[in-house]
């Protein structure tokens, strides 16, 4: 069965810093593409970060490049979102996604964690 | 960038086929996936590759992708098919996972 344990969020200032990561079992995690996708209250799916199977390739949204970096360690069947200089529209519930396939183009996100919330305090 | 767009809401009664509609610049070029999502829960994949479904999803719920517009029909519709529902692509120019801004669908 396939599993996805968000953990790392919470209230943190402007500005600030948080890691979120998110721990995989129930499949061959090297042989996926992974993504982290939010949701701000109310409002609707953002897609955020994306990470080959490899590692080798990244993908960011426009509002969060330069500030986050995703990355994972397939020995420990983990990906991870650092987050840095946290602003108050990064408010939202963060949700890990599996991709169907080893690289993000090619992928749809078949299992979804349960989500994480972050909270940045201005 | 890319954008995709959705009705904001979408009204059935029960029993009927309620469509929900998915519209950008040449979708039908692109693979289109949808997403339920009820209060409180992660989302689900109902759709996938325009059409074809998940295990554990039921026939009712089926999509076409054409021209400019990609479809999500569910027929005969419950109560419980009662959510939110997202289209999403891959845009190659950005290299952006896309994703519409939902529909809500209301069973009467």
């Known amino acids: 069965e396939v599993q996805l344990v968000e953990s790392g969020g919470g209230l943190v200032q402007s500005g600030g810093s948080l890691r979120l990561s998110c721990a995989a079992s129930?499949?061959?995690?090297?042989?996926?593409?992974m993504s982290w996708v939010r949701q701000a209250p109310g409002k609707g799916l953002e897609w955020v970060s994306g990470?080959?199977?490899?590692?080798?390739?990244?993908h960011y949204a426009d509002s969060v490049k330069g500030r986050f970096t995703i990355s994972r360690d397939n020995f420990k069947n983990t990906f991870y979102l650092q987050m840095n200089t946290l602003r108050a529209d990064d408010t939202a519930v963060y949700y890990c996604?599996?991709?169907?396939?080893?690289?993000?183009?090619?992928?749809?996100?078949?299992?979804w964690g349960q989500g994480t919330l972050v909270t940045v305090s201005s | 960038s890319y954008v995709l767009t959705q009705p904001p809401s979408v009204s059935v009664a029960p029993g009927k086929t309620a469509s929900i509609t998915c519209e950008g610049n040449?979708?039908?070029?692109?693979?289109v996936h949808w997403y339920q999502q009820k209060p409180g829960q992660a989302p689900v994949l109902v759709i996938y590759?325009?059409?074809d479904r998940p295990s554990g999803i039921p026939e009712r719920f089926s999509g076409s992708n054409s021209g400019n517009t990609a479809t999500l029909t569910i027929s005969r519709v419950e109560a419980g098919d009662e959510a939110d529902y997202y289209c999403?692509?891959?845009?190659?120019?950005?290299?952006?996972?896309?994703f519409g801004g939902g529909t809500k669908l209301a069973v009467l």
């Open positions: 996604t599996k991709g169907s396939d080893v690289v993000l183009p090619a992928a749809q996100f078949d299992y």
């Open positions: 129930g499949f061959r995690f090297s042989n996926y593409a």
């Open positions: 990470i080959s199977g490899s590692g080798s390739s990244t």
């Open positions: 999403q692509v891959w845009d190659v120019n950005s290299d952006h996972v896309v």
């Open positions: 590759l325009d059409s």
């Open positions: 040449n979708i039908g070029r692109k693979s």
